[in-house]
């Protein structure tokens, strides 16, 4: 059975110009704002230790042909999440990509980990995962971030995908995350694939399946899958339908 996913997710289509301008980070917030953010980082370190307060991208400006936005702490981010009454004095709108990898057989998808902190158990295409502050530079790269993605959660290196350009940029409607989509083509047959996945990445998804072009129809009738990778599957089938003119 289909799961609600509590509301629309609206998608903006990206102008083959589209890019990414990075800006001076806002002022502090309020000390009582800035007090309630370590309160929950503090707590919900103490429940998983693992925790990691990276440097993220938030936009603050979204349109077709650019996005405008700045570097911050996660700890921000998840406080935001946890409690969305910050919204008003933070205004974080986290960043990250999502890519849809096309095999010869078919399109990858991967069912989230039951044990994740957001969206645990929703089918998703891999690979997937916030914009993080990677290297030194201010410059936000989205081909080095899907492709760092592949090989953290699929096992998969640069030489075997070819990244498209940015499709689409779609919100969440309630933690304010923003997806940018992009197709990946590999040449590997889905079982390598799978095989990589299962020799070299992490517990991100605990399953992954091939969907071929003609039954994208039926998986997005029958499975939970997360609006981005539905958009994105979508997208691409109705691209790769041959014109009649």
Not at 191 to 212: G, I, R
């Amino acid at each position: 059975m289909t799961r609600s996913f509590g509301g629309p997710w609206p998608a903006l289509p990206l102008s083959a110009s589209f890019r990414i301008d990075v800006e001076t980070p806002p002022p502090a917030a309020p000390e009582d704002v800035e007090q309630e953010i370590t309160h929950l980082w503090q707590q919900a370190c103490a429940t998983t230790p693992a925790l990691f307060n990276g440097c993220v991208f938030s936009a603050s400006c979204v349109t077709r042909t650019a996005i405008k936005g700045y570097w911050t702490e996660y700890r921000r981010v998840f406080a935001q999440m946890k409690n969305p009454a910050l919204f008003p004095f933070l205004r974080l709108q986290p960043l990250a990509v999502v890519g849809l990898v096309h095999t010869p057989d078919g399109y990858v998808l991967g069912r989230r980990n039951p044990s994740s902190i957001y969206q645990g158990n929703f089918w998703q295409s891999p690979p997937a995962g916030s914009i993080e502050k990677r290297t030194d530079t201010q410059n936000v790269n989205l081909a080095e971030q899907i492709l760092a993605e592949a090989t953290e959660e699929l096992g998969l290196d640069a030489k075997s995908l070819k990244v498209g350009q940015p499709l689409m940029a779609v919100r969440h409607p309630h933690t304010r995350v923003l997806d940018i989509g992009l197709v990946l083509e590999t040449q590997l047959a889905f079982t390598k694939v799978e095989e990589s996945w299962k020799q070299h990445a992490n517990k991100e998804y605990d399953m992954l399946a091939c969907v071929p072009a003609q039954d994208v129809t039926t998986w997005l009738g029958q499975n939970a899958i997360l609006p981005t990778s539905q958009y994105l599957l979508k997208h691409d089938v109705k691209s790769k339908m041959p014109r009649i003119f």
